[in-house]
């Protein structure tokens, strides 16, 4: 196989890949599941980070974006807001999702104030 054959097909950063060839459409989800990485990788390193800093520290621009993504699969939270000097606003942090919070919010009571469901 040709050396730009298998440049082509080789996987990065173990995510799945495409062919240079693919069209731009089938190309798009890989991309953001990259992006998706990257925010949650650079989120790990620095807890507490805001979206504009997220973009300063990778590099990418509108990578912010992939954030309510990633609330939404439950990977983080939102923080409490900080100054970001780069727009002069207050903008939310972001941290990674532990186990603990994700147990208090499985345990919140019933009306009755009893933990367990109700049995219908």
Excluded: C
């Amino acid at each position: 196989m040709p050396k730009r054959l298998i440049e082509v097909f080789a996987k990065q950063d173990n995510y799945a890949t495409y062919r240079l060839t693919d069209p731009e459409t089938s190309q798009q989800p890989v991309n953001k599941v990259r992006l998706k990485a990257t925010a949650l990788a650079a989120i790990e390193q620095h807890p507490g980070i805001t979206a504009g800093k997220l973009g300063e520290v990778t590099g990418i621009d509108g990578i912010w974006k992939r954030l309510p993504e990633l609330e939404r699969d439950g990977l983080i939270v939102r923080g409490t807001p900080a100054w970001y000097y780069g727009t002069g606003r207050y903008q939310t942090t972001w941290v990674i999702r532990t186990e603990q919070q994700l147990e208090l919010e499985l345990e919140v009571p019933y009306a009755n104030g009893n933990t367990e469901s109700p049995s219908f």
